[in-house]
C-alpha cells in the first residue's frame, strides 16, 4: 500500500500546529527582538485553560460542538493573559538590559510556568485525559480523524486572518513600522508598547488554538507538553526566517512534513535501517535546522541582516 | 505674543556625559530657526528630547502652552510637533504610499489624509512615480523627499528637520533646501537643525549656533551669515 499520501497529510498536520505556535517566536522576535523560551509554556498554559473549561466550567455531556468553541475562548484568555502578563512583568523592565537578560529570565519563567501548573493543576503532574476528536473519514488512501479537520481549519483560518490583519489593519500597519524602527514608529505616533502587547496577544491566542489542537488530536495533555512543541516551533520560526510570519508559517509546514518523511522513509536507505521510526524524528529535525542555519541563516524567507546576531 | 515654541535651560543627558548644557531658545509661529553647529554639538539631541524620543535632565519646553517634559513620545505628535529624524529613516519595507499614510497615523479624516497624500505627490513627484515601490530602493534624497513628505502628513504646528541634506548630492541639496523655502512661503514653522550652515542660515529668519551643547551665538540668519566667527568656522573662509 501507498504511505506516501497519509504520511504527507501526517506531516501537514504536524506543521500546521508547528506554524501557529511559531507565529508567536516570530511576532515577539520581529518587533523586540527577544526570544521568548516561555512560548512553549503559553502554549501549554492554553491548553490546561481550555481543559478547565471542559472539565470544570462546562456541564457534563456539552457537544463538543459547543465545547470546543468555549475551549478555545477559554484557552485563548489563558494563554493571552500568561503572555501578556510575562510582556508586562518579566520583560517590559527588562527593555533597556543587555540581552541576555531577557533571554535568561524567559528561561526562568518557562520554568516556573511548568511548576507553577505541576503543583497546583489538579492531576497536572501526570498526562490528564483531554476530550478527543477520533471520529475517522477515509479520503482514499489518507485517514484523519475530526481533530485533523479543526487543525487544518483553523490554522487555515488563523493564518489568512493574520495576513490581512497586518497587511491591511492600522494597528498592522503600526506593527510593521514598529517592527522595521520602533523610534521612528513613535514619531509617527504610535504608541509601541501598545503594540507590543498585541504581538505577544497574538501569539498567545495562536498558541492557544494549536494546545486545542494538541489536546483534540492525542487526547491527553501535561505539563511538560510546552517543551517539545515550542523547540520544534521556535526551529520552524528559525528555519522559515525569524521575524517573518509567512517564514513561520512555511517553515512550520516544512519541519512538519520534513519530520514525517524522515521518520517514515529513511530506514529505506540502505545502511541507515536503524535511524528511522518516531524515535529518530526530532534527530531529524533539527538536523534540518542544523542544515539551514549552515547554508542559509537568514532562513526561508527571511532577509540578510548583517548586524542581527 | 506667545512663541510656538519655548525652550528655557534645557540640560540632556546620556548616563553621565550631558549632552546639551542648558539651552534656551524660542521659535515664533511662521517662522524658521535654525540650528548649526558642527558634528556633536548637540543639536540631534536637542530635536530628539523635543520630540520626546530623549528625557530632560532638567529644563523647561513649552510647546503652544503646553509643557512636553513627560509626555511620551507617540503624544507629542498629536500636540502638532512632527520630527524628521536625522539618517531619514524611512520604514524600508512598506511603500512610498504606506509610509506616508503613517505620517497621517493620528489623523482620521481620510478625505483629508488622501487630498495631503497627493500634495505630497505634487510637492515631490517623483514619490508619486513611485509609490507602490518599495521605500527602501529610494535613493538618499528620495528617501529625504519621503521623510520630509511623512512629516508633513502630520499636519504640524511645527515641523522639524534633522540634517536634511546630509549625505546628498549638490544638487538634491539644492532641491531639498528649495523645497524648505517653498514650505516657509507657504508659511510652515520649521525648526531645522543643518551641518550645510550657508545654506541654513540663508533661509532662516533665526539662527542659533550651537558648540559642545550650549549655544555660543544666535541672531537673525542674515547676521549670522556675515558674522565673521560664524564664517570662519563654519562658512569654511579664512
Not at chain 1, 519563567?109 to 478527543?132: C, H, M
Not at chain 2, 520626546?52 to 519646553?61: C, N, Q, V
Request: charged share 15%; hydrophobic share 50%; with cysteine.
Amino acid at each position: 500500500m501507498n504511505t506516501l499520501p497519509q504520511q504527507l497529510a501526517n506531516g501537514l498536520l504536524l506543521g500546521s500546529m508547528y506554524g501557529l505556535i511559531a507565529i508567536g517566536y516570530t511576532m515577539v522576535y520581529g518587533i523586540v527582538q527577544l526570544i521568548n523560551f516561555a512560548h512553549g509554556e503559553i502554549f501549554m498554559t492554553g491548553a490546561f485553560g481550555a481543559l478547565t473549561v471542559y472539565f470544570y466550567i462546562l456541564p457534563g455531556g456539552t457537544s463538543m460542538w459547543a465545547a470546543v468553541p468555549l475551549m478555545l475562548v477559554g484557552g485563548g484568555i489563558v494563554a493571552i493573559l500568561v503572555a501578556v502578563g510575562a510582556e508586562r512583568f518579566a520583560y517590559r523592565p527588562l527593555r533597556q538590559a543587555p540581552r541576555l537578560a531577557p533571554l535568561i529570565t524567559a528561561i526562568g519563567l518557562s520554568l516556573a510556568l511548568q511548576e507553577v501548573v505541576r503543583n497546583f493543576y489538579p492531576g497536572a503532574d501526570k498526562a490528564r485525559a483531554f476530550p478527543s476528536l477520533d471520529t475517522t473519514h477515509d479520503l482514499g488512501s489518507v485517514t484523519i480523524k475530526d481533530a485533523d479537520i479543526f487543525l487544518i481549519v483553523a490554522a487555515a483560518v488563523c493564518m489568512s486572518a493574520l495576513a490581512w490583519f497586518v497587511r491591511k489593519s492600522r494597528t498592522g500597519r503600526a506593527m510593521q513600522a514598529t517592527a522595521q524602527d520602533p523610534d521612528t514608529a513613535q514619531l509617527m505616533g504610535i504608541d509601541t508598547n501598545r503594540i507590543i502587547v498585541v504581538a505577544f496577544a497574538i501569539g498567545g491566542f495562536f498558541a492557544a488554538v494549536a494546545a486545542v489542537s494538541y489536546g483534540l488530536k492525542y487526547g491527553n495533555i501535561d505539563y511538560r507538553m510546552g517543551f517539545l512543541m515550542g523547540l520544534k516551533a521556535f526551529t520552524a520560526a528559525v528555519l522559515g526566517g525569524i521575524g517573518n510570519i509567512y517564514g513561520a508559517m512555511l517553515g512550520g509546514l516544512v519541519l512538519g512534513i520534513a519530520e514525517t518523511m524522515a521518520a517514515t522513509y529513511i530506514n529505506n536507505i540502505p545502511g541507515m535501517q536503524q535511524l528511522g521510526g518516531q524515535s529518530w524524528a526530532n534527530v531529524w529535525a533539527f538536523c534540518l535546522l542544523i542544515l539551514v542555519l549552515l547554508l542559509r541563516p537568514q532562513g526561508l524567507l527571511g532577509e540578510r541582516v548583517a548586524d542581527r546576531a | 505674543m506667545t512663541a510656538l515654541l519655548e525652550v528655557e535651560d534645557l540640560r540632556v543627558a546620556y548616563g553621565k556625559i550631558e549632552a546639551v548644557k542648558g539651552i534656551s531658545f524660542t521659535v515664533e509661529a511662521g517662522q524658521v530657526v535654525t540650528l548649526i553647529g558642527t558634528n556633536g554639538a548637540g543639536k540631534t539631541t536637542t530635536l530628539r528630547t523635543l520630540s520626546g524620543l530623549l528625557k530632560p535632565t532638567s529644563g523647561k519646553i513649552l510647546f503652544d502652552g503646553r509643557p512636553l517634559t513627560g509626555v511620551a513620545a507617540h503624544k507629542i505628535v498629536a500636540l502638532g510637533l512632527a520630527h524628521s529624524p536625522e539618517g531619514r529613516h524611512i520604514f524600508p519595507r512598506l511603500t512610498i504610499a504606506e509610509n506616508l499614510q503613517l505620517g497621517a497615523f493620528l489623523r482620521k479624516d481620510k478625505a483629508g489624509i488622501e487630498k495631503d497624500i497627493q500634495r505630497a505627490y505634487d510637492l515631490f513627484p517623483i514619490l508619486g512615480e513611485r509609490r507602490k515601490q518599495a521605500a527602501g530602493t529610494l535613493s538618499g534624497g528620495e528617501q529625504q523627499m519621503l521623510a520630509m513628505g511623512r512629516a508633513l502628513m502630520s499636519q504640524p504646528k511645527l515641523l522639524m528637520l534633522d540634517e536634511p541634506s546630509m549625505g546628498l548630492s549638490p544638487i538634491m541639496m539644492q532641491k531639498i533646501m528649495a523645497t524648505i523655502a517653498e514650505l516657509k512661503s507657504q508659511g510652515t514653522t520649521i525648526l531645522l537643525v543643518e551641518q550645510n550652515a550657508q545654506a541654513a542660515l540663508s533661509l532662516a529668519d533665526q539662527g542659533h549656533v550651537m558648540e559642545v551643547g550650549s549655544i555660543v551665538l544666535s541672531g537673525t540668519g542674515q547676521h549670522l551669515l556675515h558674522d565673521e566667527s560664524v564664517r570662519k568656522a563654519y562658512l569654511g573662509e579664512d
